[in-house]
């Protein structure tokens, strides 16, 4: 899509929604830094919108200032499109639909709520207790942007979040069930600075389920938010009430999603208000440590390879070159699925009983804030690190395999 296309395309969602910010803008066309900086010098000098400092454009529908010819009519509710309707010209190229009214789809949504808001309310004048809620509020939303997850709605001392929309991707739940768990580690850190300030600790509960909505624009003219209708919404609040403080709680349709990627400890089936029939809930422990479908299905046992004796080959052959003094990098590329880590996989089973070494390293989208992620994630694993360990443990974990760490000299 060519930069006066895209350029179009903002023009005719700005004069339809009146305001639009930049973290919309980029999320919608999947922009980068210099290009939403282009677009938006563009904007501001042919259209006139008004810039709000570090925030998004609002259009003021000034017809003197506004682009020669009609606006675009977007009216999705008719049969007709946008290029039938006479006297009237589509911003949008033809291949590219109008923003719909609102969307069916499948959505994984997450209620994050405070735990004894009213109590704490008692215990903070209230602008303490507005800064105190802005952290959390924060401390949460960082979490929740690094893992690709949306917020709907700031409901007080509650959040609304959905993964899945605006872009969805194969593998939401397992975005939902991390953001939680990264929730859950970043307000431990939270709570750490307000025991020191104000002498208080905060406490969340976290419900997911996933299910079918239809999202859209919800209220008047004044103001609409983009919320999702259906049953799972609701479903997701009453699971964060079965919540303990500090724990996850998700559905069954959740972990059938998630099944493999992380521990879950079942509580059976819960009656929840509004259901006719009881629900199997589950509650997050931690990552199982698996980082593939591969790993997952592993577990269950997997079928035969076939046809690939002929790549199966050159990688064994390569390993013997190795094994002989003679250093080998082999690259392994293909479209996602093709079964890149499969056949890594097969080499790693005709090695089982060596004396073979494997490292493993894998990046994702979610960790790009830690430069060293893999590294640290493959020390810890060799280390034999769990979620339980103190420092001082960790130490002397690390102290005992001097092979694997290096320390430096006192």
Not at 119 to 124: E, F
Not at 173 to 178: L, N, P, T, Y
Not at 193 to 213: P, S
Not at 393 to 398: I, M, S, T, V
């Amino acid at each position: 899509m060519d930069f006066y296309t895209v350029l179009d395309q903002v023009l005719a969602l700005l004069r339809q929604r009146g305001r639009v910010s930049y973290r919309a803008l980029k999320r919608q066309f999947q922009l980068d830094d210099e290009t939403l900086a282009d677009l938006t010098a563009e904007l501001l000098y042919a259209h006139h919108p008004v810039g709000e400092e570090g925030s998004g454009l609002v259009w003021l529908g000034d017809a003197s200032t506004a682009p020669a010819g009609p606006s675009p009519v977007l009216q999705p509710e008719t049969s007709r499109s946008v290029q039938d309707i006479p006297g009237t010209r589509s911003a949008f190229s033809p291949t590219t639909p109008p923003h719909p009214e609102a969307e069916r789809r499948q959505l994984t949504v997450l209620f994050c709520d405070l735990v004894d808001s009213t109590a704490l309310a008692g215990q903070l004048d209230p602008e303490d207790l507005r800064e105190v809620v802005r952290a959390y509020q924060a401390t949460c939303a960082e979490v929740i942007q690094r893992f690709e997850g949306y917020i709907a709605q700031y409901l007080g001392d509650g959040l609304l979040l959905y993964f899945g929309y605006p872009q969805a991707h194969e593998d939401d739940a397992q975005h939902a069930v991390r953001a939680s768990l990264g929730m859950l580690t970043a307000m431990q850190a939270l709570n750490v600075r307000l025991e020191q300030d104000k002498g208080i600790r905060l406490a969340i509960r976290l419900g997911i389920h996933t299910g079918l909505v239809v999202v859209g624009d919800i209220g008047g003219a004044g103001r609409q938010e983009q919320l999702a209708l259906g049953e799972t919404p609701n479903i997701a609040a009453r699971l964060q009430g079965l919540a303990t403080p500090d724990t996850v709680v998700i559905s069954e349709a959740t972990a059938q999603l998630v099944h493999g990627y992380f521990v879950c400890q079942a509580l059976g089936a819960q009656d929840l208000k509004g259901l006719a029939q009881p629900l199997m809930v589950y509650r997050v422990m931690h990552e199982s440590g698996a980082q593939t479908r591969l790993d997952v299905a592993a577990t269950r046992g997997l079928t035969r390879l076939v046809g690939r004796e002929q790549e199966v080959g050159l990688l064994a052959e390569r390993w013997e070159r190795a094994t002989e003094g003679m250093g080998q990098v082999v690259l392994l590329t293909g479209e996602a699925g093709i079964g890149k880590s499969r056949l890594v996989q097969v080499l790693w089973d005709q090695l089982v009983g060596t004396s073979a070494t494997r490292i493993e390293c894998r990046c994702s989208p979610q960790t790009q804030q830690s430069a060293l992620y893999p590294v640290i994630t493959h020390l810890e694993g060799a280390l034999a690190f769990t979620r339980t360990d103190t420092p001082n443990r960790q130490a002397a974990q690390a102290g005992g395999r001097p092979d694997l760490v290096h320390r430096p000299p006192r």
